[in-house]
Nanobody, 127 residues
Framework: QVQLVESGGGLVQAGDSLRLSCAAS????????MGWFRQAPGKEREFVAA????????SYADSVKGRFTISKDNAENILYLQMNTLKPEDTAVYYC????????????????????WGQGTQVTVSS
């Protein structure tokens, strides 16, 4: 089993930055492909960004491309999401997700492809 704990959410103004962290523990090693999803009130959970096992490949939703950066510290088993130029529409609960992957695997875009989830961290962007 893998446990994921997110942190770093909060209330910010439009244009500000935040960095989310997700600490992975349990059966991790460095073999986790990971991602960030978010869910706004009344909306379905949506993909935000993903990174492969090695940290060499990343993918982003069009809505965050150029503003958000996903990165992974395999030595410390921590996933990050640097969010810049935040907008009110970025307001949501952000979830970290993980799955075991093989070397040279790609990134994963859809929620059902992930086996482990964190409890979420709230990000609120005021206008």
């Amino acid at each position: 089993q893998v446990q994921l704990v997110e942190s770093g959410g909060g209330l910010v103004q439009a244009g500000d930055s935040l960095r989310l962290s997700c600490a992975a523990s349990g059966r991790t090693g460095s073999s986790l492909a990971m991602g960030w999803f978010r869910q706004a009130p009344g909306k379905e959970r949506e993909f935000v960004a993903a990174v492969n096992w090695e940290g060499s490949r990343t993918s982003y939703a069009d809505s965050v491309k150029g503003r958000f950066t996903i990165s992974k510290d395999n030595a410390e088993n921590i996933l990050y999401l640097q969010m810049n130029t935040l907008k009110p529409e970025d307001t949501a609960v952000y979830y970290c997700a993980a799955r075991h992957a093989t070397r040279y695997s790609n990134t994963y875009y859809s929620a059902p492809e992930y086996d482990y989830w964190g409890q979420g961290t709230q990000v609120t962007v005021s206008s």
